[in-house]
């Protein structure tokens, strides 16, 4: 799937039995996608010895890959 693919999809409104779900839901499932193997990463490296709180850690790197996708796509 090219860049090009993507962004049209990204554009439009999904329509699943009538709800119109907005195209952001789209950016961040992909966010999610790209931020599972990080996490795993983060895992491994012990990164929670260097936060304060873990799970807002997690919350502000998934934000700001979508911040990115979001730019990108």
Avoid at 19 to 38: E, H, N
Wanted: glycine content about 4%; charged content about 10%; overall charge negative.
């Amino acid at each position: 799937m090219s860049v090009h693919q993507l962004t049209t999809i990204v554009e439009q409104e999904i329509n699943i039995f009538g709800v119109y779900i907005s195209p952001f839901v789209v950016v961040l499932g992909l966010a999610l996608l790209i931020f599972m193997p990080v996490r795993a990463y983060l895992d491994r490296v012990h990164f929670d010895k260097y936060v304060w709180h873990r799970s807002l850690a997690d919350a502000c790197i998934l934000i700001i890959t979508a911040g990115i996708l979001v730019l990108i796509l």
